[in-house]
């Protein structure tokens, strides 16, 4: 059992928030059925919703309303709940405060750091986590959080350079493989932690993210320190996963060459599988955008190399030539589908 502000996790499991709609209200309700804390992504929950084209706003804080609701039905009063939000996105401040009155019992946050989030929660007892990839990183935004707020984190979250999606790190270090370990990063962030642990007199548990692929890797990080791990790429090859079969069958199928660091309009490289699609774009970037949802901070229609909202609903729609399919370097490991409860008991007997 780990402690987390006034709240509690059965397992030491954090399943990672994967959009777009990749982790939504099944997949993250069966992971808090089995005692772990499923997350919801905000990027583009509504994707679905009649009226995503022309009200996409109005169609994602409605879904995050409605996919938390449909996740607590599904978990039987276990487990967390939790939701990602990306700090890129233009309407983050409406994501917080419809996650707060959802009824959400954490906010992971990262795609930039989350030195204003404390703002938009006011009082209320949901649990803050920032996503980061450096202890450089985690003292910004606990300072920031200490001096503006008064207020310090419930819980961290590392993310190393071996996870999908979008990546705290240079593209040239990824390139050059000269990124910092986890096990490195881990200590440090620990020590910048423990400052804010002792001011605050609260324990501030910190998981990893990134690579972690079983229950020995969960077990080896544990004993390093953390309180344990966010998982996302496993999660995805499971039967209750959001996405489309084509979707999980992508990554069953994919070679470890098949994997590689692409470019996102956020400003953040990512990891995905080299489809047709990915091919297409780093030959040819700047993509004519037909359709702007106007969803992230950095991101102008004019110069961008596409776009990812277009991209991503359309790998979870099962489209394997005209999407991006986001993956952990450790997705070419997965060999089969399986139901969150068989990979959750796998992992937590490999713990023993």
Same mark, same amino acid.
């Given at each position: ?28 309700? #069966? &992971? ?54 990306? &700090? ?11 996650? &707060? ?75 050059? #493989? ?83 660091? =692409? ?9 995905? =599988? ?65 139901? &969150? ?12």
């Amino acid at each position: 059992m780990i402690k987390i502000g006034c709240k509690q996790l059965e397992i030491p499991i954090i399943q990672g928030g994967m959009g777009v709609g990749v982790s939504l209200s099944n997949l993250a309700g #069966h &992971v808090m059925l089995e005692g772990g804390m499923g997350v919801i992504s905000a990027a583009h929950p509504g994707y679905n919703y009649p009226d995503f084209e022309s009200s996409s706003r109005t169609c994602n804080l409605q879904a995050l309303k409605d996919h938390a609701k449909k996740a607590r039905e599904i978990s039987q009063g276990k487990g967390l709940l939790g939701v990602n939000i990306m &700090v890129a996105s233009k309407d983050y401040e409406h994501y917080v405060r419809t996650c &707060v009155e959802a009824g959400y019992d954490a906010i992971i946050s990262g795609a930039g750091l989350p030195l204003s989030l404390p703002e938009y929660v006011g009082d209320s007892d949901i649990l803050l986590a920032p996503i980061v990839s450096s202890a450089k990183a985690i003292q910004l935004v606990l300072r920031r959080w200490d001096s503006h707020y008064q207020r310090t984190c419930d819980f961290v979250v590392i993310e190393g350079y071996k996870a999908g999606g979008h990546l705290g790190f240079k593209l040239k270090d990824l390139q050059n #493989h000269t990124c910092e370990e986890l096990e490195d990063i881990l200590p440090a962030v620990l020590k910048e932690v423990s400052i804010y642990e002792d001011k605050y007199h609260k324990e501030i548990p910190v998981f990893v993210a990134g690579g972690i692929y079983t229950g020995k890797d969960i077990k080896r990080f544990m004993r390093l320190g953390a309180a344990g791990v966010q998982m996302g790429t496993r999660f995805i090859a499971t039967e209750e996963c959001d996405a489309h079969p084509i979707f999980k069958e992508m990554l069953v199928k994919a070679k470890q060459k098949d994997i590689v660091i =692409v470019k996102s309009p956020t400003g953040f490289p990512g990891r995905a =599988v080299l489809n047709d699609y990915m091919k297409k774009v780093m030959d040819s970037p700047n993509q004519k955008v037909s359709h702007c949802f106007g969803c992230l901070k950095p991101c102008n229609p004019a110069d961008t190399p596409y776009c990812i909202s277009h991209a991503l609903i359309e790998a979870v729609q099962g489209n394997e030539k005209q999407g991006l399919f986001f993956t952990g370097e450790n997705g070419a490991k997965l060999d089969r589908i399986m139901t &969150v409860h068989e990979l959750i008991q796998e992992l937590m007997e490999e713990t023993v």
